[in-house]
């Protein structure tokens, strides 16, 4: 599949994850515009293989076929949230203002890929995907019409898919639930002496790796800076929703929030469906 756009970049992404928030927040903050092209779970499987091709990173907790995937203005097509950040970084800012100024901040973004992602991923869906009211508003709201309506049709097929690939069991659910804890309370330990960010003192991936692959199970809202729909906390599971709130009272999770409010950067080139600050 080719890019639509040429000469621009486009962004081949499931709107909701939070892998792909980590690339969208970094092309907001350099001011990059970019089209989105939408994939859902699952559905994915019939678009994505085209835009990557033989390429395409295959880890512990993802196909080669995952999202997010760059094209590029120059054509090349580039797979796996860090790898496209290490790309805008090396190609726009210069070597003072890199994301990845150190081998611990590479370490840390790896830790939070392989881990809290995962972790924060399987417990919204331990409590979501079962829920197809829930589900159904996620795809209405993240993709165009005619996918979300393939998509309702594939549910119960896609679910049950999902809830293998990704390990969505109770045991599962609660060793993620103790994983993330620990990573707030770590964070919180490393912010304890006054610091503003992670390292060097200013913003690095390891920051935006956190605030979106641990920050997503807040269920941070557009209005707060996520750019998608993720469901509103007063429509989950309760359990969820008090997990949600445990984690916006922790320290580390208000300065996710901080984050997002103030080193997120704008969208330049809005995506559709358009995101409302009122979802129905
Ligand atoms: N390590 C990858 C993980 C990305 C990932 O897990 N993406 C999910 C969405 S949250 C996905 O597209 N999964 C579908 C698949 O693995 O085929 C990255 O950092 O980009």
């Known amino acids: 599949m080719h890019n639509q756009h040429k000469g621009e970049y486009t962004l081949t992404s499931i709107r909701f994850s939070h892998y792909v928030e980590k690339v969208r927040w970094t092309l907001d903050r350099l001011g990059i515009p970019y089209h989105e092209r939408y994939v859902l779970p699952v559905m994915h499987f019939f678009i994505t293989p085209f835009i990557v091709r033989g390429s395409g990173h295959r880890d512990s907790q993802s196909t080669r076929f995952s999202?997010?995937?760059l094209s590029t203005d120059e054509g090349?097509?580039?797979a796996k949230s860090t790898a496209i950040m290490h790309y805008l970084s090396d190609?726009?800012?210069k070597k003072e203002y890199s994301l990845f100024p150190s081998q611990d901040v590479i370490n840390l973004d790896n830790q939070f890929n392989e881990n809290l992602g995962?972790?924060?991923r399987r417990i919204l869906y331990y409590y979501s995907l079962n829920k197809p009211e829930i589900m159904f508003k996620l795809a209405d709201n993240n993709a165009g019409a005619i996918q979300a309506g393939v998509y309702k049709l594939l549910y119960p097929l896609s679910r049950r898919?999902?809830?293998?690939a990704l390990e969505i069991t109770q045991a599962e659910a609660e060793q993620s639930l103790e994983h993330v804890f620990k990573a707030y309370d770590d964070i919180e330990d490393r912010l304890s002496d006054g610091r503003q960010f992670l390292f060097e003192n200013r913003l690095t991936a390891a920051d935006i790796s956190f605030a979106c692959l641990g920050g997503i199970l807040m269920l941070p809202t557009v209005q707060e800076g996520y750019a998608a729909y993720l469901p509103p906390i007063n429509e989950v599971d309760p359990k969820l929703a008090e997990i949600a709130h445990?984690?916006?009272d922790h320290?580390?999770?208000q300065w996710a929030l901080s984050l997002f409010r103030e080193y997120r950067g704008q969208r330049?080139?809005?995506g559709k469906p358009l995101l409302k600050a009122s979802p129905n």
């Open 161 to 164: 898919l999902m809830a293998k």
């Open 268 to 270: 330049i080139l809005p």
């Open 118 to 120: 995962p972790a924060t």
């Open 67 to 69: 999202t997010p995937i």
């Open 76 to 78: 090349q097509v580039i």
């Open 246 to 248: 445990q984690l916006r």
């Open 251 to 253: 320290k580390a999770g």
């Open 91 to 93: 190609r726009y800012l």
